[in-house]
């Protein structure tokens, strides 16, 4: 069974940068979408950016576009999110996740569409 594993939160001031890891392992990932979300307090999952392994096309939210940069590494199985002008808003648990069923095309953007999460690691920005 694939597992994903995120690593690289902490406490950054307002305008820093931060960059996340999840490493994935297990058998057949290959084809897979890989996406990270995030979720504050009190507030849903939401989606932040996916790439997937065969190709370099990302998709971003609005929100962090132009800040963020979602990047992998096939050789060591990582998918980065690299976080820069970071903001107290950005202030949430980030969560690696997985679309087992992606084939190609458009990319899902909705929580319910990935089956395989990591355990989620806290971003917390200070003003």
């Known amino acids: 069974q694939v597992q994903l594993v995120e690593s690289g939160g902490g406490l950054v001031q307002d305008g820093g940068s931060l960059r996340l890891s999840c490493k994935a392992s297990?058998?057949?990932?290959?084809?897979?979408?890989m996406a990270w979300f995030r979720q504050a307090p009190g507030k849903e999952r939401r989606f932040v950016g996916v790439?997937?392994?065969?190709?370099?096309?990302?998709t971003y939210s609005d929100s962090v576009k132009g800040r963020f940069t979602i990047s992998r590494d096939s050789a060591k199985n990582t998918v980065y999110l690299q976080m820069n002008s970071l903001k107290p808003e950005d202030t949430a648990v980030y969560y690696c996740?997985?679309?087992?069923?992606?084939?190609?095309?458009?990319?899902?953007?909705?929580?319910?569409?990935?089956?395989?999460w990591g355990q989620g690691t806290q971003v917390t920005v200070s003003s």
């Open positions: 996740a997985a679309d087992r069923d992606y084939r190609g095309g458009l990319y899902e953007t909705a929580a319910a569409a990935y089956e395989i």
């Open positions: 790439v997937n392994w065969s190709d370099t096309r990302t």
């Open positions: 297990g058998p057949r990932f290959g084809g897979y979408a």
